[in-house]
């Protein structure tokens, strides 16, 4: 806007300017100080040529002013602009920063869920190693113990005696079973206890480790 006022004014001087040089070189002095009222009461003004070179300058220092104004002006909006977008650009990397960190937090928070879930498993995996090893050395032991009772109980036996059998081949029957381990001590002892002419004949059952007197009482009963 003010370069236009500018702009106005210097064409107004011109337009003077010409006017009165067309004035001093067609129209005569007395002619010339009626043009000179005319243009004053029109609102003109009359200057010679150094004022109005010195006008001039006056102008084109004004209009170079009102530009370096501008151009400082929109240096100024361009700097203002640029840090505007520094800032947006400082903020979206905050920001991204942010987000990293936040992500960072996350799976470090989830690695160590991970980890307590693992420990958990690992220990509830250790614990039931541990209860199956004991169930098993349980069952084992049990196992033990009832082949133990087994081996520990008299094995049974059953021994026929038949018609025509001596004492010797009774007492050869009884020795192979391993119900005696000495077939003259039996002999001996069924002889002198008076058992022998009490042998019975039939199916009789024997355990392992019974003494001479129990297996006679079986056979004479």
């Known amino acids: 806007m003010n370069n236009m006022k500018l702009r106005f004014f210097a064409v107004g001087i011109l337009f003077v300017t010409v ?32 004022e109005f070179e010195e006008l001039k300058n006056k102008v084109e220092m004004l209009e170079k002013g009102q530009l370096n104004e501008e151009q400082q002006k929109a240096s100024e909006n361009g700097n203002k602009v640029k840090e505007q977008q520094k800032d947006k650009e400082q903020q979206k990397d905050k920001e991204q920063q942010k987000d990293k ?17 693992n420990e958990k498993s690992n220990e509830e995996q250790q614990k039931d190693n541990e209860k199956s090893n004991e ?23 059953v021994i026929k005696i038949e018609t025509g059998m001596s004492l010797s081949d009774i007492a050869d ?15 001996d002892f069924m002889v ?15 355990k392992q480790g019974m003494n001479l007197k129990e297996v006679a009482d079986v056979i004479t009963r």
């Open 19 to 50: 006017v009165l040089f067309i004035y001093v070189q067609f129209f005569n002095k007395a002619e010339q100080e009626d043009v000179k009222k005319t243009l004053k009461k029109d609102g003109y003004a009359l200057v010679t040529m150094d």
């Open 101 to 117: 960190e936040q992500q960072k937090d996350k799976e470090q928070q989830k690695d160590k869920e991970q980890q307590k879930d």
């Open 135 to 157: 169930e098993q050395q349980k069952e084992k032991q049990q196992s033990d113990e009832q082949k133990k009772d087994e081996q520990q109980e008299p094995k049974k036996v």
């Open 192 to 206: 002198n206890n008076d058992y022998e002419r009490y042998v019975q004949i039939g199916d009789f059952e024997f």
């Open 173 to 187: 029957r009884l020795l192979e079973n391993k119900i005696i381990k000495d077939k003259k001590a039996f002999v």
